[in-house]
C-alpha cells in the first residue's frame, strides 16, 4: 500500500445464490481524491459498497484499510429521522452526556465548526423533516463527518437535489478532500463524475470495466461504452403504419409540472410504440404521470383521449388509459384474491361494463378468454399470490386487455420476469400497438426500448432534450443522451 | 326500562350460558383436510360462515344440553331479538370493515334516528311515515361521516369517532335529555313492527331480510365487489380506476341506513324513545364483525358470520344466567368470547401467511 492509500480492496467476489454480483472487483481509494464510481443498475456497484464499508462479507478478495481508516457511508436513501430535531439526527449512536441526561451543549459545541465546514446554517432545534432535502442531504454528511472518517462513501447523494445543491455538493467535496479525506462517490450522472471526481472506476457485470482512470483521460461516451460494453446492438425498428388521419391519442403542448417538469411537448398517435427515458428525477415518470392523471399540471395543455388532462386516475381510466405499474404488488393487484377478480377490476368495477350483478359465470368466462390469449398459466379461480411472478404480471396485462384501451401506459413491465415472460410482454405491446392503441413505456432496461420503440423520448432534468429514433436508437445512444448537461445548466 | 334492565329482566326470565369461541371452530375449519380441499370451489362465502355458524350451534347445544330450558321456543326467540338491533348495525358494519373503514358513529346514529322519529310521532306525523325519514336521516349521518372523511383526510376511524359523540349529543339535545314518551301506542306500527306477526318478533323477520339482502350485495353485486377490492388493496384500486371516494360514501351510508332501520325498530318496540339508548353498540357490531370473520384488514367480510358473532356475543351474555354466574360477570364474559376470537383470527392469519 502506498502511503496515502486510505483502502485498497482486490479480486472481490461475492455472490448471491447462483448469481454473481462481483466476479474479482478491485479499487485503490486514495486520500484527498474524490473517486467516482459508476456502472449500469445490476453492475455490482451497491455490493462493492457494502463490502468496502463492512456491512458485508465478501466470498474471496481482500480488504486492507490504513491504520485507523474510520469509514462513513451516506446512503442512497436518506436514513434520518424525520420527527426528530437537527441536533438529535447528528449524534443517533452515541450523544454525549452529562448526569444520564443527553449534553446539548456538548453536542452543540461539536456539531458547528462541522455544519459551518459544510455551509449548513440552521437552528440545530428545528425538525429536521422541516428542512429542504438537500439540507437534509448535508445533515446526513454532517453526521458521517462527525465520526471523523478517513473515507467518505457518497451512494448516489444527487439524485434527488435541484442544481444548486450540487454546486454546493461540489463545493463541500473540495473542502473534504483537501483535508486528506478519500471520498467514493457512487452516481449515475456522468456530467458530474466529470465535474467533481479526479478518477473513475467503471462495473460492468460484477467486473471493473475501466480502473481508477483520471478524469483528464476519459470522456462521457467513452464511460458509457466502458458500462454497456461490446453487447450486440438491436437493428433498428421499421416504422409502423401510423393512423395518421386520427388525431392522436396523447397530446402534451408546453407543459409544466412545478419542480418538475419543463416546457414539455411531445404526442403519441395510434398504433405508435414511444419510449420515455431519463436518470432518476429527470422528469420521464413524471410525464407518465401526467397521462395517468396523477399529477397536477401547472401550466401546458394536455389531451388524453379526446378529454382533455385527466384529472385523476379514474378520469384517466375512464379516457382509455390502461396503466402497467413498475410495483405491480402495490399498484396492479390484489394478491389475496383471484385471478377473475383481479382481471375484472378495471372492465366491471371501474367501468361498470357487465352491469350491477352480472352472472359470475359471465365474468369468469370472459376472464378465461383473456387468459388463454396472454398463456396465464393459471384458471380463473387460482389467487393471485399462487402465480410466478410473470404471470402476474400477465394478470395485469389482463385486467388492462379487458378494457380495450386506447392508451397504454407501461412503467417498467418486465422487471423481475423471467426473458421468455419478457418476450412474451413484448409481443403484446406490438399487438396492442397493431391493434390501434397509443403505447406509452418507461424502463429501467435501456435493452427493452430499443427493442420496442419506434422513437424514444430523452429526458434531461424535466426536459425533453432529445428525440432518438432510427439507427440512433441503441442502448449506446440512449445512454449517452440522458447524460447530455443541461443547456441551461446555470438553473 | 333501559336496554340495560332489559337485558337483566331477559337473562333472568330464560337462564342461559356460553363460552363460545368461534375463532377456535375455524381453526378446526382451517386444519381439517376435508375443509380445505373445498378451497378451489367458487362459492367462497359458504365456507367463511361455516366456523362461527357451527359454533354458535356448539355453544346453543352446550347450554340447552345441561339447561333443557334454554332451547324453548321463546327463550331462543328472546335471545336473538335482544342482538337484533347489534345485528342490523354489524351488517352495515360489514361493509365499512370490508372497505378498511370503520364507523364508530352507528351508536350516536342510533340514538339521533330514534330521537327523531320519537318527536315526529308525538308532534303527530302518521308513525308509517316517520320511517323513512328514520332512515333518510341515517343514510345522511353516514354520508356525513364519509365527506368529513374524505375531505379532512383523514381515517374514518377518528372522524367517527367525533361524530359519535356529536350524532349523539344532536340526539340528547333534541331530546331535551328525557325519554320521549307519549306517543300513540295503539297505532299499527307499534302493534305490528312492535309484535310478533307470525310468532316471531318482527325485528327478526326485517333482520332475516337484511341478511339476504347484503349478503348478495356483498358477494355479488357491482358495489359488494368494489367494496372488496378497495379493502383488498386501496392503491390497485385506485390505479385501476375504482371510484373509492363514491365507494366510501355508498358504504358508509349502507351503514347509517341498517343502523337507522334498527332505530327504527326499536321505537316500534319500546314505544319510546330514549336518547341514551344503544351506548357501546359500536364496539358490540365491530365485534361481531370480526368473530364473525371479517378481518379489520378489509379485502373480505360477511354479513351472516357478523349476525350469528352478534348472536354468540347475545348466548354468552344470557347463558351465563343459567349457570348462575352473577350478572356482574356479563361484560367479563363478553370481553373474553372477543379476544378469544380475535385471536384465533390473527394467529390464523399468520399461519395462513405461513402456507403461502
Known amino acids: ?491 | 326500562m333501559t336496554e340495560t334492565e332489559r337485558a337483566v329482566d331477559d337473562a333472568e326470565r330464560a337462564r342461559e350460558q356460553g363460552g363460545g369461541q368461534s375463532g377456535l371452530a375455524r381453526w378446526w375449519r382451517r386444519l381439517t383436510p376435508s375443509a380445505r380441499a373445498l378451497e378451489p370451489v367458487p362459492r367462497r362465502w359458504v365456507r367463511d360462515e361455516f366456523g362461527v355458524l357451527l359454533v354458535l350451534g356448539l355453544l346453543i347445544a352446550g347450554i340447552g344440553i345441561p339447561y333443557p330450558d334454554f332451547l324453548d321456543t321463546n327463550n331462543l326467540l328472546s335471545t336473538a331479538h335482544n342482538s337484533v338491533y347489534i345485528s342490523l348495525m354489524a351488517c352495515g358494519m360489514v361493509f365499512a370493515l370490508s372497505m378498511r373503514e370503520v364507523d364508530l358513529s352507528v351508536g350516536g346514529t342510533y340514538a339521533m334516528c330514534l330521537v327523531v322519529g320519537a318527536l315526529l310521532i308525538r308532534d303527530g306525523t302518521p308513525p308509517w311515515l316517520a320511517v323513512p325519514v328514520m332512515l333518510v336521516t341515517g343514510i345522511a349521518l353516514g354520508v356525513f361521516n364519509a365527506l368529513v372523511t374524505t375531505l379532512l383526510a383523514l381515517p374514518s376511524f377518528i372522524v367517527t369517532l367525533g361524530t359519535l359523540m356529536l350524532f349523539r349529543g344532536v340526539g340528547l339535545a333534541l331530546a331535551d335529555g328525557k325519554q320521549i314518551t307519549d306517543l300513540p301506542l295503539d297505532d299499527s306500527f307499534f302493534t305490528f313492527a312492535g309484535g310478533d306477526p307470525g310468532g316471531v318478533p318482527f325485528a327478526l323477520w326485517v333482520l332475516l331480510a337484511v341478511i339476504v339482502l347484503l349478503s348478495v350485495v356483498l358477494s355479488r353485486t357491482r358495489f359488494g365487489a368494489r367494496v372488496r377490492a378497495i379493502g383488498s388493496n386501496p392503491d390497485a384500486a385506485a390505479f385501476s380506476g375504482i371510484p373509492v371516494v363514491r365507494t366510501r360514501i355508498q358504504a358508509l351510508a349502507l351503514s347509517g341506513l341498517t343502523t337507522a332501520c334498527a332505530a327504527a325498530l326499536a321505537l316500534a318496540f319500546y314505544g319510546a324513545g330514549d336518547p341514551t339508548l344503544g351506548q357501546g353498540y359500536e364496539l358490540q357490531a365491530i365485534a361481531a364483525c370480526i368473530i364473525g370473520g371479517t378481518p379489520l384488514a378489509g379485502g373480505r367480510g360477511s354479513v351472516v358470520g357478523a349476525v350469528a358473532g352478534a348472536m354468540i356475543l347475545s348466548v354468552v351474555a344470557s347463558g351465563l344466567v343459567f349457570f348462575e354466574v352473577p350478572i356482574n360477570w356479563t361484560s367479563f364474559a363478553t370481553g373474553g368470547v372477543i379476544l378469544v376470537a380475535v385471536a384465533a383470527d390473527s394467529a390464523l392469519r399468520r399461519t395462513g401467511r405461513r402456507r403461502r
Not at chain 1, 216 to 227: F, H, Q, R, T, Y
Open chain 1, 1 to 491: 500500500m502506498a502511503h496515502d492509500d486510505i483502502l485498497v480492496a482486490e479480486e472481490l467476489v461475492k455472490s448471491y445464490g447462483g448469481v454473481r454480483a462481483l466476479d474479482g472487483a478491485s479499487i485503490r481509494l486514495r486520500g484527498g481524491e474524490v473517486h467516482a464510481l459508476v456502472g449500469e443498475n445490476g453492475a455490482g456497484k451497491s455490493t462493492l459498497v457494502r463490502i468496502l464499508s463492512g456491512t458485508l462479507g465478501a466470498d474471496g478478495g481482500t480488504v486492507r484499510a490504513a491504520k485507523d481508516a474510520r469509514i462513513a457511508v451516506v446512503s442512497q436513501e436518506l436514513s434520518l429521522f424525520p420527527d426528530l430535531t437537527v441536533r438529535e439526527n447528528l449524534f443517533p449512536q452515541h450523544p454525549p452526556l452529562r448526569l444520564g441526561l443527553l449534553d446539548r451543549s456538548a453536542m452543540d459545541r461539536a456539531a458547528r465548526p462541522v455544519l459551518a465546514e459544510l455551509g449548513l446554517d440552521v437552528d440545530l432545534r428545528t425538525e429536521l423533516g422541516e428542512l429542504p432535502l438537500a439540507d437534509q442531504q448535508l445533515t446526513e454528511i454532517a453526521r458521517a463527518l462527525l465520526r471523523r472518517p478517513k473515507l467518505l462513501i457518497l451512494d448516489e447523494p444527487t439524485s434527488a437535489l435541484p442544481a444548486a445543491a450540487v454546486d454546493r455538493l461540489e463545493r463541500v467535496l473540495r473542502t473534504l478532500t483537501d483535508r486528506g479525506i478519500a471520498v467514493l462517490y457512487v452516481t449515475h450522472f456522468l456530467d458530474e463524475v466529470m465535474r467533481f471526481a479526479q478518477r473513475v472506476t467503471v462495473l460492468r457485470d460484477g467486473l471493473v470495466a475501466l480502473a481508477g482512470a483520471e478524469r483528464a483521460e476519459v470522456d462521457v461516451p467513452e464511460l458509457v461504452s466502458a458500462m454497456l460494453g461490446g453487447r450486440p446492438e438491436q437493428p433498428p425498428r421499421r416504422a409502423r403504419s401510423l393512423a395518421a388521419d386520427r388525431p392522436p391519442p396523447v397530446v402534451l403542448s408546453q407543459v409544466d409540472v412545478d419542480g418538475r417538469l419543463t416546457d414539455v411537448t411531445f404526442t403519441v398517435r395510434a398504433g405508435e410504440v414511444v419510449g420515455v427515458a431519463g436518470l432518476q428525477g429527470a422528469g420521464h415518470l413524471d410525464a407518465l404521470a401526467v397521462v395517468c392523471g396523477r399529477t397536477a399540471v401547472s401550466g401546458g395543455r394536455v389531451d388524453v383521449g379526446g378529454r382533455g388532462l385527466p384529472r385523476s386516475l379514474r378520469d384517466a381510466v375512464r379516457a382509455g388509459v390502461a396503466f402497467v405499474p413498475s410495483d405491480r404488488k402495490r399498484y396492479g393487484l390484489m394478491v389475496d384474491r383471484t385471478v377473475w377478480e383481479n382481471t375484472t377490476a378495471v372492465s366491471w368495477l371501474a367501468l361498470g361494463r357487465g352491469g350491477i350483478a352480472p352472472a359470475r359465470s359471465e365474468l369468469v368466462r370472459r376472464t378465461a378468454e383473456l387468459t388463454e390469449r396472454l398463456r396465464l398459466r393459471g384458471g380463473p379461480y387460482d389467487l393471485v399470490v399462487r402465480l410466478s411472478g410473470g404471470n402476474q404480471q400477465k394478470v395485469v396485462f389482463a385486467k388492462w386487455l379487458a378494457t380495450e384501451p386506447k392508451i397504454v401506459v407501461l412503467d417498467d413491465p418486465t422487471r423481475g420476469v423471467d426473458v421468455g415472460v419478457r418476450a412474451e410482454m413484448h409481443r403484446i405491446v406490438g399487438e396492442l400497438a397493431a391493434g390501434g392503441a397509443a403505447v406509452l413505456i418507461a424502463s429501467t432496461d435501456l435493452a427493452e426500448l430499443t427493442e420496442v420503440c419506434d422513437r424514444v423520448l430523452v429526458f434531461v432534468r424535466g426536459r425533453v432534450t432529445e428525440e432518438v429514433r432510427g439507427e440512433r436508437l441503441t442502448e449506446h445512444g440512449l445512454a449517452v443522451a440522458m447524460q447530455r448537461p443541461e443547456v441551461t445548466a446555470s438553473d
